[in-house]
């Protein structure tokens, strides 16, 4: 079957074929993506040839129409289904330069049966063709998107299905123990069958369980991905935002909500040996008397009750470090930072709550702070190695982990009463639940959501 003919169906297989450029902006090479059925008619119509598959073959690219030459580049060629999205692909790497590109990307779309591609409609694709699954299509987007290298390694992990695999695994388990509950509907009239086969299933269910609340009290994957939050509070004038803005000059500041700006920083992330970590000042509490600054109290309050960890600064010229933080709502660690220490009085005593984790650091001066950027990097290390890759990442995989175990939960505690079809039902729930996870069972409405995150040409 010849490339070239398959264009002519493009139409009545229903499918389109999809084109854009992959490469970033600016690069001295481009490349253009294909895929669908017309991608060998491209290439046959702009190069004169389809290459071998998978080899790169230098060509000079035409006009399909004109016959003007456009550009000279590398041309390959990936036909169905061995390619990254099942279909027919072809890839163009040409110049980068602007014309060029525009006119390459023209002659591409001059080809019947072609269309630009929408944001991440390749990955689309190989997911509708079952080259990846959900997990690994958004860890994809993770990859592109990652900013540290633990959230490259996470991701990464994650795009080549290492989450998906443990989905499918403890979806297949489930699988396996519902037909032991099933068992029981099929042979209802011989009386020992159904005691058995529930009898056999329960230790399956209730490992998986154990594992599903393991997973979902894992929150390493979320503190990779999001970044792990450290809440900045203290009394006025200790110097909370001079010391955030202190750290984020010294360290490389990924983001901020006020772009351009270096003073006064809310909020701003920082790689931190490799972490991402989001430093959030509490400015709200500095209001808390007199103004009547209730909503940004209020949002301080509960950063400082999400936060991973909490610096609580103090003043060490304005006397000794108070034995406990006030208007603190347990937070998960609290550490104490006595700034100003190029105003004297250093190494006061510490004591109480914050024996343990206390740092004297000028905000002013930067002394200490290389200290203290030390310990924040080794608490995200910490907090995030060791053991397996976290089971879940985003906030998607929570809910349905959380409802396949809420499912389980239920099963469980009606194990010995519930007649055999409710507690298959239950179990079907709890697998349908994971099967949401990596997109093998009825996740069409999920799709806009997954594939919007992704760039066009991916
Ligand atoms: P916040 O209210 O806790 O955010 O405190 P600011 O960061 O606004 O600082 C309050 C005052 O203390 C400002 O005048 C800062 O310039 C000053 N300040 C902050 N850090 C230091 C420091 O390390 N040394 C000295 N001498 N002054 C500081």
Do not use: Y
Request: glycine share 12%; aromatic share 4%; charged share 25%.
């Amino acid at each position: 079957k010849s490339a070239a003919g398959k264009g002519a169906i493009a139409g009545a297989a229903g499918g389109d074929t999809i084109a854009a450029v992959s490469s970033g902006r600016g690069g001295a090479v481009a490349v253009i993506r294909l895929s669908g059925p017309a991608a060998g008619d491209v290439v046959l119509a702009l190069a004169g040839r389809v290459p071998e598959p998978r080899r790169a073959v230098l060509a000079r690219l035409r006009h399909p129409d004109s016959g003007e030459p456009l550009d000279q580049g590398l041309v390959l060629w990936f036909p169905a289904p061995r390619s990254a999205t099942g279909e027919d692909m072809a890839e163009l790497q040409i110049h980068g330069g602007r014309a060029v590109v525009a006119a390459v990307l023209g002659a591409v779309l001059a080809v019947p049966g072609t269309r630009p591609a929408q944001a991440g409609e390749f990955t689309r694709r190989a997911f509708l063709n079952g080259r990846m699954d959900l997990t690994e299509a958004e860890g994809l987007a993770d990859l592109i998107g990652a900013e540290t290298q633990a959230q490259r390694r996470l991701a990464f992990s994650h795009a080549f299905g290492h989450l998906g695999q443990r989905v499918e695994d403890w979806r297949h388990r489930l699988v396996r123990a519902m037909a032991l509950v099933e068992a029981g509907i099929d042979f209802a009239d011989e009386d020992d069958v159904p005691a058995e086969a529930r009898a056999l299933a329960r230790p399956e269910v209730e490992a998986l369980q154990r594992e599903l609340a393991q997973a979902l009290g894992d929150r390493r994957g979320a503190m990779v991905r999001e970044g792990a939050l450290i809440a900045i509070a203290g009394l006025p004038n200790a110097g909370k935002s001079s010391l955030i803005n202190a750290l984020a000059a010294r360290d490389v500041a990924i983001v901020s909500d006020e772009p351009g700006t270096t003073r006064d920083l809310l909020e701003v992330s920082l790689d931190l040996d490799g972490h991402k970590v989001m430093l959030v000042d509490t400015a709200g509490l500095r209001e808390a008397e007199g103004k009547v600054e209730a909503e940004g109290i209020r949002r301080a309050r509960a950063r400082i009750a999400e936060a991973d960890l909490v610096l609580w600064v103090h003043d060490v010229a304005a006397g000794p470090a108070p034995d406990e933080a006030p208007e603190m709502e347990a937070p998960a660690e609290l550490w104490l930072v006595g700034n100003k220490l190029d105003r004297g009085a250093g190494g006061e005593s510490v004591a109480g709550r914050w024996a343990g984790r206390s740092f004297a650091v000028s905000a002013r001066s930067g002394e200490g702070l290389d200290v203290l950027t030390r310990a924040l990097g080794g608490f995200v290390t910490d907090r995030t190695a060791g053991g397996e890759h976290p089971a879940l990442i985003r906030e998607r995989h929570r809910a349905s982990a959380a409802e396949a175990s809420a499912h389980l939960g239920a099963a469980l505690a009606g194990w010995e009463e519930l007649d055999d079809a409710l507690l298959a039902e239950e179990l079907r729930l709890a697998a349908r639940a994971l099967g949401r996870m990596t997109g093998a069972i009825g996740v069409d409405d999920l799709l806009d959501v997954v594939f919007r995150e992704f760039c066009i040409g991916k």
